[in-house]
């Protein structure tokens, strides 16, 4: 190989790997979650809900056909096999099962699911669910609430468990969390 041939390939290579270094492997790319508890850097997606796993767990269909599973924020719903689970997951269905809804969210869960709001029709399904007595106002993670959020959703816990409600006619019912660890 001359040494003119010799350089044009050295000049190449020079140029090609900065090149060869930014590219992105092929394929979907993750979905990127805000992690941010600002306010403003919620995202907003709607859809149709069409399933619902439990009291605080629903997928959401959108527009482009991807389904979307929803971990309901600042609420802690009693587990399937707790008592009130099945009445819980039921009043949730039927409050929003196979309609339109938005979801409000702007972080992710450890199981891959979107921590959000879900409103139907501009009504907080969430603090709906608090306040049927169907779930806690889930105060481990209140922080990530606006403060309005945090005192709504503490109050309505609070007027549900003075008017025993759902889970509230059981004298001392039994949080997931505690239920988990048993």
């Known amino acids: 190989m001359t040494r003119g041939r010799f350089l044009i ?39 149709r809900v069409v399933r619902i796993a439990d009291g605080d767990t629903v997928t959401i269909l959108d527009a482009t056909n991807t389904q979307h599973r929803i971990r309901l924020q600042g609420i802690d719903a009693p587990e399937s096999h707790q008592a009130f689970g099945t009445q819980s997951k039921k009043n949730l269905s039927d409050m929003i099962f196979d309609k339109d ?11 891959g699911r979107l921590v959000g709001k879900i409103l139907l029709e501009g009504r907080d399904i969430n603090l709906e669910q608090v306040k049927a007595g169907m779930a806690w106002h889930y105060k481990e993670y209140e922080r990530e609430q606006s403060p309005e959020d945090r005192e709504l959703y503490a109050r309505a816990e609070d007027e549900a468990r003075s008017a025993r409600r759902g889970l509230w006619v059981a004298a001392n019912p039994i949080e997931p969390g505690e239920f988990r660890r048993d």
């Open 101 to 111: 809804v938005t979801a409000v969210y702007d972080k992710m869960d450890q199981y």
């Open 9 to 47: 390939w050295l000049v190449l290579a020079v140029l090609a790997f900065p090149i060869s270094c930014n590219r992105r492997p092929a394929g979907p790319e993750p979905p990127q979650v805000v992690q941010s508890k600002r306010a403003n850097s919620a995202e907003t997606m709607t859809g």
